[in-house]
């Protein structure tokens, strides 16, 4: 069975940092890119950052770049998103995400700089929450 386990999130002041961590298994996750979305109360589902599955080209949506950085440790099927300068708009869940055509979980077309992608997003995700 696939799955994706998110953690790190918690609650942090305007300015400070986290760093998220998704557990991946079931899945060849080295072959893999992986992106990270998130979705704050009453909005849509967002894009945050992509990353190749060799680490080599990293991609992210303007209102995180320059403050959030994407990595990946293949040999630990781990997937990290780094949070710098943290924001009260970067409140939300935050969600890893794979590459998936599955219907049953439920996803979202990204399009990084290489085409339309499908991503499913299926763990539990981990709240971030940005609050003086």
């Known amino acids: 069975e696939e799955q994706l386990v998110e953690s790190g999130g918690g609650l942090v002041q305007p300015g400070g940092s986290l760093r998220l961590s998704c557990a991946a298994s079931g899945f060849t996750f080295r072959i893999n890119t992986m992106s990270w979305v998130r979705q704050a109360p009453g909005k849509a589902l967002e894009w945050v950052a992509t990353i190749s599955s060799d680490d080599r080209y990293t991609y992210y949506a303007g209102s995180v770049k320059g403050r959030f950085t994407i990595s990946r440790d293949n040999a630990v099927n781990t997937l990290y998103l780094q949070l710098n300068s943290l924001k009260t708009e970067d409140t939300a869940m935050y969600y890893c995400?794979?590459?998936?055509?599955?219907?049953?979980?439920?996803?979202?077309?990204?399009?990084?700089?290489?085409?339309?992608?499908?991503?499913?997003?299926w763990g539990q995700g981990t709240q971030v929450t940005v609050s003086s």
């Open positions: 995400a794979k590459p998936s055509l599955d219907p049953v979980k439920p996803g979202i077309m990204i399009n990084y700089g290489l085409g339309p992608t499908r991503f499913a997003y």
